[in-house]
């Protein structure tokens, strides 16, 4: 018997849902997205990337104007110029990334493991100086040392992070691995996971519930999976699943989602495949 | 290792002519697909004579379970039938299934059982009914998950379990009504199971596993089967406009898109080394890398761009045209393609000479004493 519990959704939607290529979210799409996420429940929202500038801050002063129950998160790199624009553009809650494989931290940062953790500590206690709150991200996760996650996470924690973000950044996981690996990884880890999951080979969903089912307690998700490449795991597909397979619930209300999708599809300017699950015509 | 086609049933239920059918067949033929079911009471309805012997090797029907249907397809001229039936929870087979199987084994054709509401059952109910089959000889058990009740982890369980209890070919059939359905084809190919139920893009009613999923998962995921068709994108591409439809441009797999990185950060990285964010080249699937310029680059996706057209743009520049792409791409909501950034560079250009024109010729002005 599985024991009933909840799990939380950060909807990232407005970040890496609008990173998909093409995608571009006016500042009125972004406060009515945003809206309509916290009317259906949301508890976190990741709304952009201050660093972009320009008319992205103009739309995240907008969203955070909003009297929003939920909690809204800016996404940052590890470094004083991205904390700089979130926090002039008011937000109290910080999302602060580095890549945890040795692939991203060699070849993309030209750093070592040390530089990362040095980088994320000095990244953390300048956000908190703030008065900021923050929650980390370990990007490509799924390729890393698993160990260097956790050390990572440790950092998080004792500096007082609030939540560490898994990524499967290139969508690599595959479901029965997944669920071995945070059946290991949760009790060893010294924060709440939040899984964010990448559908390369049409995985996100059922990787996103696995980690849940083994002990994750949050999950990032996109509106309908938008999102870079093959998307993100959809919202509506791992809520619904969530209940079905597992009894595990979110207070989301799933009668938003259709609106939720069509809402994102036209500021999307694309259509539903009439075979998506929950929101396509051909499963009505 | 047998993938069973779903695409063909979707295409008879959406009304494709028998030449178009036959279009798909050959296309699935390419993709190493040699079996599709299809209802015969629609192939029936549709009133298409009898199989061809090409359609005669690759088709399958699916009967509901009674002998009179199993009668029709054979008239139809199909050689393998599905004898298919959701039995009531604590009832076994009932006895017009029982006679379908006795008439179709009767007849010569090759004979699969299927329960459509297998996933309803518990394994213990699953192995009495198959205790109720009345005939040898049967070709393989078709486990349906007809309501999407499986997750990959139940789906790994109870494919292990039957594949020890069941001693025919197992095959699994799985729906997609909360999007799990490749999720749970790929648990049951993880624990040996050798047919299993696909459709491209995951088409049908209630949803199947993609076949294109299963066929990269299986090779970068699992590491088996080196044999992907380098077309993978294009043929599936084709078999979803028979049917009237588009491929999504962000499809897993064969969407036109899924190589089109935007982001500065992404982009920055996939130019040192694509394997930072791509799971598996474009060329395996038959796509291409597009670096597209947009809300989200950053200077160095836009001199990355400048390169790719043999262009050296110093950073001054792309922090110029960067300011002016992002103007573009909010105001009309999407990309800037190429000619229009181009477009930009020029006039960036023109003005600059213009500006130095200007100079120069003040310059000659005052060295003239005018």
């Known amino acids: 018997m599985q024991e009933v519990r909840r799990a939380e959704i950060v909807d990232t939607t407005l970040r890496d849902g609008e990173q998909s290529p093409g995608i571009v979210f006016s500042v009125q799409d972004k406060v009515k997205i945003a809206t309509a996420l916290d009317k259906a429940g949301i508890p976190w929202i990741e709304a952009g990337v201050p660093a972009m500038g320009g008319d992205e801050q103009e739309a995240m002063k907008m969203v955070l104007a909003e009297p929003l129950k939920a909690k809204i998160i800016a996404w940052n790199r590890a470094n004083k110029e991205d904390i700089l624009a979130s926090i002039s553009c008011g937000f109290s809650y910080l999302h602060i990334s580095v890549p945890v494989s040795d692939l991203h931290i060699k070849q993309k940062l030209k750093k070592d493991r040390a530089w990362v953790l040095d980088q994320l500590e000095k990244s953390i206690l300048f956000a908190q100086s703030f008065g900021c709150t923050v929650t980390v991200g370990a990007e490509d996760a799924s390729r890393a040392d698993r160990e260097y996650f956790l050390q990572v996470a440790d950092v998080a924690a004792r500096l007082g992070a609030i939540h560490i973000r898994y990524a499967d950044t290139v969508g690599c996981l595959n479901p029965l691995i997944t669920h071995a690996i945070f059946q290991e990884l949760i009790p060893r880890c010294p924060l709440p996971v939040e899984v964010h999951m990448h559908n390369d080979f049409g995985l996100a969903g059922a990787n996103t519930i696995v980690a849940l089912q083994a002990g994750a307690d949050l999950a990032s998700t996109t509106v309908a999976g938008i999102g870079e490449r093959a998307g993100n795991a959809a919202l509506e597909e791992v809520v619904t699943a969530l209940q079905v397979m597992y009894g595990i619930s979110t207070p989301i209300d799933k009668d938003a989602f259709l609106g939720l999708s069509d809402l994102v599809m036209q500021a999307s300017d694309k259509t539903t495949f009439p075979y998506k699950p929950i929101t396509g015509s051909a499963f009505a | ?370």
């Open chain 2, 1 to 370: 290792m047998i993938w069973i086609d779903q695409t063909l049933q979707e295409g008879l239920a959406r009304g494709l002519n028998r030449g178009e059918l036959k279009q798909i067949l050959s296309i699935l033929q390419k993709l190493h697909v040699e079996t599709s079911d299809v209802i015969v009471a629609d192939w029936e309805q549709k009133g298409f004579s009898e199989l061809t012997r090409f359609e005669q090797e690759r088709l399958r029907g699916i009967t509901n379970g009674t002998a009179e249907e199993v009668e029709r397809a054979h008239a139809l001229g199909f050689k393998k039938i599905i004898v298919s039936c959701a039995p009531h929870l604590g009832q076994g087979l009932i006895s017009q299934v029982c006679a379908a199987l006795f008439a179709a084994k009767k007849m010569g054709m090759k004979v699969s059982l299927c329960i459509e509401n297998a996933s309803q059952f518990s394994l213990e109910e699953i192995g009495f009914l198959w205790r109720d089959i009345p005939i040898d000889g049967i070709e393989s058990f078709i486990y349906s998950d007809r309501d999407s009740l499986l997750d990959p982890l139940s789906t790994a369980r109870i494919m292990a379990f039957l594949r020890k209890k069941i001693p025919v070919t197992l095959e699994f059939h799985g729906h997609n009504a909360y999007g799990l359905a490749s999720a749970n084809g790929l648990a049951a190919l993880q624990t040996g199971v050798k047919n299993i139920a696909v459709a491209v893009a995951g088409i049908g009613l209630h949803g199947h596993a993609a076949i294109e999923e299963l066929i990269m998962a299986r090779k970068s995921l699992l590491g088996e089967g080196s044999g992907v068709n380098s077309q993978l994108a294009q043929l599936c591409s084709q078999m979803i406009s028979l049917i009237g439809l588009n491929v999504p441009s962000s499809k897993s797999i064969i969407g036109r898109d899924i190589f089109a990185h935007e982001s500065g950060i992404h982009v920055d990285g996939v130019v040192k080394n694509p394997q930072l964010y791509e799971a598996f080249s474009p060329e395996e699937v038959g796509l291409e890398r597009r670096l597209v310029i947009g809300k989200h680059s950053g200077t160095s996706s836009i001199q990355a761009k400048f390169r790719q057209w043999n262009q050296i743009l110093p950073v001054a520049d792309a922090q110029i045209l960067l300011k002016q792409v992002r103007e573009l791409a909010v105001a009309e909501k999407k990309e800037v393609d190429d000619n229009a950034l181009w477009g930009m560079y020029q006039a960036m250009i023109s003005k600059r000479s213009k500006r130095f024109s200007t100079i120069e010729v003040k310059h000659q002005r005052f060295v003239a004493g005018v």
